[in-house]
């Protein structure tokens, strides 16, 4: 029997391999070097599903998949929430007082300032903070340190030299799991989410319009995110999320009301709602 296979943007040793490893425990990890690979990955049918970061509670948004999304053919079909945790990690025998530079991701690097502040490192900026991890090992020079989940120092052999590093506790990452296969949440199974996008009609106040049915039918909306499409300014598409499923009366409604307002909308997913959301509120 052929392995299932998820497909992730990074090296091993990555948080999107982390959080694979802990939601997927028994399918096969597929590590891919770039956001678009990984896409293309299950287009193709080489992975089954992609684990894809979307959010982070400091950073913001992940910005390349906003724009990947709408036209990837792929489906939102769970979201998972992990807290992030960076270790400070060197060369086997190495001392947090020989580290002068260290090597991470620029989102890492900036969630980590205190540590970098505190000793005074020069930072040097990687791909992903698994591979920071790699060229450490690579490296094999005693002065140089990266800033990687702990699990990048079993893969490639290396010593962690200070945990938890990060500045901020909340340090939260949301991901969402993506297939070829629509698969839609069941109405009435416990708390969903609805993501689609859409792009409103060129007239005064019509995204007011366009929102305002999900006012009145009482449905919350959880994101609201605009992005120029083809780099014209005048040509704006949004990217909503609400609780709630299209198939109940509400979100019907509203998503019905949008419809007079925008030239088009495309449902991304409806899924089950991760239960963080409800510990976080």
Same mark, same amino acid.
């Given at each position: 029997?052929?392995?299932?296979?998820?497909?992730?943007?990074?090296?091993?040793?990555?948080?999107?391999?982390?959080?694979?490893?802990?939601?997927?425990?028994?399918?096969?990890?597929?590590?891919?070097?770039?956001?678009?690979?990984?896409?293309?990955?299950?287009?193709?049918?080489?992975?089954?599903?992609?684990?894809?970061?979307?959010?982070?509670?400091?950073?913001?948004?992940?910005?390349?998949?906003?724009?990947?999304?709408? &036209?990837?053919?792929?489906?939102?079909?769970?979201?998972?929430?992990?807290?992030?945790?960076?270790?400070? *990690?060197?060369?086997?025998?190495?001392?947090?007082?020989?580290?002068?530079?260290?090597?991470?991701?620029?989102?890492?690097?900036?969630?980590?300032?205190?540590?970098?502040? !505190?000793?005074?490192?020069?930072?040097?900026?990687?791909?992903?903070?698994?591979?920071?991890?790699? !060229?450490?090992?690579d490296a094999g020079d005693p002065t140089q340190a990266s800033i990687s989940p702990s699990m990048a120092a079993e893969i490639y052999g290396l010593d962690v030299l200070a945990?938890?590093?990060?500045?901020?506790?909340?340090?939260?990452?949301?991901?969402?799991?993506?297939?070829?296969d629509p698969v839609r949440a069941p109405v009435g199974d416990g708390p969903t989410v609805t993501s689609f996008v859409f792009n409103v009609r060129n007239l005064p106040a019509a995204l007011y319009k366009a929102l305002?049915?999900?006012? &009145?039918?009482?449905?919350? *909306?959880?994101?609201?995110?605009?992005?120029?499409?083809?780099? !014209?300014?005048?040509? &704006?598409?949004?990217?909503?999320?609400?609780?709630?499923?299209?198939?109940?009366?509400?979100?019907?409604?509203?998503?019905?009301?949008?419809?007079?307002?925008?030239?088009?909308? &495309?449902?991304?997913?409806?899924?089950?709602?991760?239960?963080?959301?409800?510990?976080?509120?």
């Open positions: 029997m052929t392995s299932r296979r998820i497909a992730y943007q990074g090296e091993p040793g990555a948080n999107s391999h982390i959080v694979a490893n802990q939601h997927y425990p028994d399918w096969e990890t597929l590590p891919c070097a770039s956001f678009e690979d990984v896409f293309a990955a299950v287009a193709a049918g080489e992975a089954d599903l992609a684990m894809i970061p979307i959010d982070n509670s400091i950073a913001g948004r992940v910005a390349d998949i906003h724009h990947f999304l709408p &036209t990837s053919g792929l489906h939102i079909i769970a979201e998972h929430f992990l807290r992030i945790q960076f270790s400070l *990690m060197g060369v086997r025998g190495a001392t947090i007082e020989q580290i002068k530079t260290v090597h991470s991701h620029v989102h890492a690097l900036g969630q980590c300032r205190k540590i970098i502040k !505190e000793h005074g490192l020069t930072t040097v900026i990687s791909g992903d903070t698994a591979g920071a991890a790699r !060229e450490i090992a945990s938890d590093i990060e500045d901020e506790d909340h340090n939260t990452t949301r991901f969402v799991v993506l297939s070829r305002g049915g999900f006012a &009145t039918n009482g449905v919350n *909306m959880t994101k609201l995110e605009s992005y120029m499409v083809g780099g !014209e300014f005048t040509a &704006t598409q949004f990217l909503a999320e609400v609780d709630g499923h299209p198939d109940e009366g509400p979100l019907a409604r509203a998503l019905e009301e949008l419809t007079f307002f925008t030239t088009d909308v &495309t449902i991304l997913g409806v899924y089950p709602a991760d239960p963080f959301r409800a510990l976080s509120q």
